[in-house]
């Protein structure tokens, strides 16, 4: 038995499309960094030319001035970098709302420009239309003003059952004083064991043809252990209601006006996008499939829930991802309305230290690595929807 060849080594030449391949990524690499080096050292050689101060160690001085709407705590003697910070989490807490709420009416759209239903077709045509070829900028200044100048004045708020009261002052709600964050965990968790839920029926659906209850069964789950995170922060019962005062509206949690116009603004626009998209999903699956499941005997809601969405989803997945970013993105539009989000809190930031560079680049930091969130997210969602199709 003759011994096996000792294995070849690779040599480097120049001849070998591999060498080649790598020596151009490495030349390619270290013409990046030379070119962020010039411009970095250019831009702090001129920066020093003319006298401008840089550096980060601003973040840590006293800001002097205030936040109409915070997510935490904050006082204008606190520093740069706490007002920066709560303007990243305005900002983050308009683009997950948003999400949520775009999603929602998005796939309803799409959904509903199928139906059998002429009017229902129609209104859901009529709305992509009319959202989608108006600029977003426009509809947020729209939206604004309705909240400013149509709605009753705060001391004669419009209200719902002496609950919910809408005015020229925002909107208000019930709100508990106490076990919120608790609760908030305890409904983190169920929507986890709800997804996982619904992981294991579809998984058994493909196998055995047996399906299972994909709604009831995952709201039930947030229910139970959102109760359980009540009980954990000792069942909490006093609730802060709104009331209607001489001049304003006071108590429970109020959402300001510029608010509220940039959250339906975003998802009212973008929702038109994503119906599109739903669209284009479901009309890329075979009209064989829409046949096979009407010869098995499934209604329209089983149809689309069970054969069509699922097949769709392949297609509907990479540009739904383009329009969260385009939402978290479009979100720096806030500063028309004069809602705190980063942008406009870091503008404020640069009139007053003079530190423009590195605002700006916080800036686009911020909107990064949302953006690089988001796409790992979907990312991953993608990949594990082409899995099961396999």
């Known amino acids: 038995m003759s011994a096996s060849p000792p294995p070849k080594t690779r040599r480097f030449s120049l001849n070998s499309r591999a060498t080649r391949g790598l020596l151009y990524q490495i030349v390619a690499l270290a013409l990046l960094a030379l070119g962020l080096w010039y411009l970095a050292h250019n831009t702090q050689a001129n920066m020093q030319a003319r006298g401008i101060q840089s550096g980060f160690d601003f973040l840590g001085a006293s800001a002097g001035f205030d936040?109409?709407?915070?997510l935490i705590a904050y006082d204008p003697s606190q520093s740069y970098g706490k007002a920066i910070w709560v303007g990243v989490l305005n900002t983050v807490k308009v683009a997950i709302a948003g999400i949520v709420l775009t999603t929602l009416l998005g796939v309803m759209l799409g959904v509903g420009r199928f139906s059998r239903n002429a009017l229902v077709r129609g209104l859901c045509y009529g709305y992509v239309e009319a959202f989608r070829n108006v600029p977003l900028l426009l509809q947020l200044l729209m939206w604004y003003l309705f909240f400013i100048e149509v709605l009753p004045a705060a001391n004669e708020a419009a209200s719902l059952a002496g609950l919910f009261f809408l005015s020229k002052g925002g909107l208000s709600m019930p709100w508990p004083t106490a076990g919120v964050g608790a609760v908030l965990?305890?409904?983190?968790?169920?929507?986890?064991?709800?997804v996982l839920w619904r992981f294991r029926v579809q998984r058994?659906?493909?196998a055995t043809g047996q399906d299972g209850d994909r709604v009831w069964v995952p709201l039930a789950l947030m229910v139970v252990f959102a109760l359980v995170g009540w009980a954990a922060a000792g069942m909490p019962r006093e609730w802060s209601v709104p009331e209607q005062l001489a001049f304003m509206v006071d108590g429970g949690i109020a959402f300001t006006p510029e608010f509220m116009a940039i959250l339906i603004g975003l998802v009212m626009y973008t929702a038109s996008f994503v119906a599109e998209v739903v669209?284009?999903?479901?009309?890329?699956?075979?009209?064989g499939q829409d046949e096979a499941a009407s010869a098995l005997g499934l209604n329209p809601k089983q149809k689309m829930k069970l054969v069509i969405l699922p097949q769709a989803m392949r297609v509907i997945i990479p540009p739904l991802t383009n329009q969260y970013l385009n939402l978290t993105k479009n979100s720096?539009?806030?500063v028309v309305v004069g809602y705190p989000d980063v942008v406009s809190i870091a503008n404020t930031t640069i009139?007053?230290?003079?530190?423009?560079?590195?605002?700006?680049?916080?800036?686009?930091?911020?909107?990064?690595?949302t953006s690089l969130t988001t796409s790992l997210v979907m990312n991953w969602y993608n990949r594990r929807m082409a899995i099961k199709e396999r």
């Open 204 to 206: 058994r659906f493909e």
């Open 332 to 334: 720096s539009l806030a």
């Open 279 to 287: 669209r284009g999903g479901i009309q890329s699956v075979g009209r």
């Open 351 to 369: 009139n007053q230290s003079g530190r423009a560079v590195e605002c700006i680049a916080i800036i686009m930091l911020v909107y990064l690595s």
């Open 185 to 194: 965990a305890g409904l983190t968790v169920g929507l986890v064991a709800g």
């Open 67 to 70: 936040i109409g709407e915070t």
